[in-house]
C-alpha cells in the first residue's frame, strides 16, 4: 500500500493517509530535490479545469496561487508536459505537481552523514525536522537535503522517526531495493535501541517490559492514547546511568507504535524531558517549537542482516542528548 499526499484544508499543511497511488513516472524530474506529487482526478471532476481541480481538491493553496503555479509550468501530466490552466480534466488522470513553502523554518543544526555506500545512507537526524516532507517543511526535510547533497534522486527512507527526535535514519539508495530493507523493519528483523533522559524514580523496577495497547486519539489527531485491550506495543526498558534527579535510560522497542516510547516512558511515571505532547500537550501543530528544551531521545543505534549483501550492518550515531551532557534547563 502506497500512501498519497492530499492537504488538509482547515489546518493548511500536508497531512499523509493510508491510500493507494501509482507510483511516480521514473522520467519525471526532482524540483530542488523534491518529487513531484500526485493529485487523482475523481469522477466528480470530470470536464473541470485543471485549475478548477487543484483549487477545490487542494485547497491549502489559493487558486491564484494555483494559477501562478500553472503559468509557470510546475503542474504536469503523466509524460511530463506542463499543464494548461483551462484543460479539461477526465476521471482517472494524474497531475503531478511539486510542493514547496515559502517561509520554511530554518532548521538548529545539520544533519550528519554517519555510512553511505552502493545500497545505503544512513543519517544523523537533529531534532526539529521531519525526515520526509510535511507540514512546514519541504525543502528542509531531511529527505530533499540529503537528495540534494548527495546527488542521489531516487533515496527513499526505509523507517521513519519523529521530527522531534534525533538520531538514526537509514535510507535505500536504490529504488528496488526499497521494499525488502523496509520488510525489516516492518517484521522486526532490526535491533534497535534508543535513549532517553527522564525523571529519576528511585522506587521504579528496572529492567522491565512494558507492554500496552496505543490508539490515535479521538479528538487530537496528533497524540495516541494508552487504552483498555490486548497489548499492541512492546519496550524493553533500561536504567542505563543516573545523574541526580535524572536518569538516562535505554528503550529497546520491539513493535514502532506512533508515539510508542513516549507513552511507555509516561505511562511508567517518568515523562521524557522536553515532551511537548505527554502527560500535557504544550504546544500544537505548527506552533513554534521550544529549541531551548528539544525532546530528550535519540535513536542510538541499529543493527540488521542486509538482505541484499548478507552483511551485518550496525550503526551507531554520533550525537549526545542534551541533558546527558548536563545541558538542560534547571526546570523541566
Known amino acids: 500500500m502506497v500512501r498519497s499526499t492530499v492537504i488538509d484544508a482547515q489546518r ?31 469522477p466528480a471532476d470530470a470536464g473541470a479545469s485543471v485549475l478548477d481541480v487543484l483549487a477545490a481538491r487542494l485547497p491549502a493553496l489559493s487558486r491564484d496561487d494555483w494559477a501562478e503555479r500553472l503559468r509557470g509550468g510546475e ?8 499543464l494548461a490552466a483551462d484543460a479539461p480534466c477526465r476521471p482517472g488522470q494524474r497531475l503531478y505537481y511539486y510542493r514547496r513553502l515559502d517561509d ?6 545539520s544533519e550528519c552523514i554517519v555510512f553511505q555506500d552502493e545500497w545505503l545512507v544512513v543519517a544523523d537526524k537533529p531534532h526539529f525536522i521531519p525526515v520526509t516532507p510535511s507540514g512546514r517543511f519541504v525543502q528542509r526535510s531531511l529527505l530533499v537535503r540529503l537528495k540534494r547533497q548527495l546527488g542521489l534522486p531516487y533515496l527513499s527512507p526505509v523507517h521513519r522517526i519523529d521530527r522531534e527526535t534525533a538520531g538514526l535514519v537509514v535510507f535505500a539508495v536504490q ?17 534497535k535501541v534508543y535513549e532517553a533522559v527522564a525523571p529519576h524514580r528511585a522506587n521504579l523496577a528496572l529492567p522491565r517490559t512494558h507492554r500496552s495497547r496505543l ?14 485491550g490486548a497489548p499492541n506495543s512492546e519496550t524493553h526498558i533500561e536504567r542505563a546511568a543516573v545523574f541526580g534527579t535524572h536518569a538516562l535510560y535505554r528503550l529497546q522497542p520491539v513493535t514502532g507504535r506512533r508515539h510508542q516510547l513516549r507513552l511507555h516512558m509516561n505511562a511508567l511515571g517518568v515523562p521524557i524531558l ?21 525532546l530528550q531521545l535519540l535513536a542510538r543505534s541499529l543493527v540488521f542482516d542486509d ?19 548536563g545541558h538542560w534547563p534547571t526546570a523541566n
Open 12 to 42: 493548511g499543511h500536508f497531512v499523509i493517509p493510508r491510500m493507494s497511488r501509482p507510483p511516480r513516472p521514473p522520467h519525471l524530474p526532482l524540483r530542488d530535490g523534491v518529487s513531484a506529487s500526485c493529485l487523482v482526478a475523481q
Open 75 to 82: 503542474v504536469l501530466n503523466a509524460d511530463g508536459h506542463p
Open 104 to 109: 520554511e523554518p530554518e532548521p538548529l543544526h
Open 175 to 191: 529504488p528496488h531495493t526499497r521494499d525488502a530493507y523496509q520488510a525489516l523493519f516492518r517484521d522486526r528483523r532490526v535491533d
Open 215 to 228: 490508539e490515535p486519539d479521538a479528538e487530537r489527531f496528533f497524540i495516541s492514547r494508552e487504552v483498555p
Open 274 to 294: 522536553g515532551d511537548g505532547f505527554y502527560p500535557t500537550v504544550l504546544r500544537g501543530p505548527g506552533e513554534p517549537d521550544d529549541a531551548k528544551r528539544p
Open 307 to 325: 538482505p541484499f549483501t548478507g552483511q551485518r550492518r550496525a550503526f551507531t550515531s554520533t550525537l549526545v542528548l542534551a541533558a546527558a551532557r
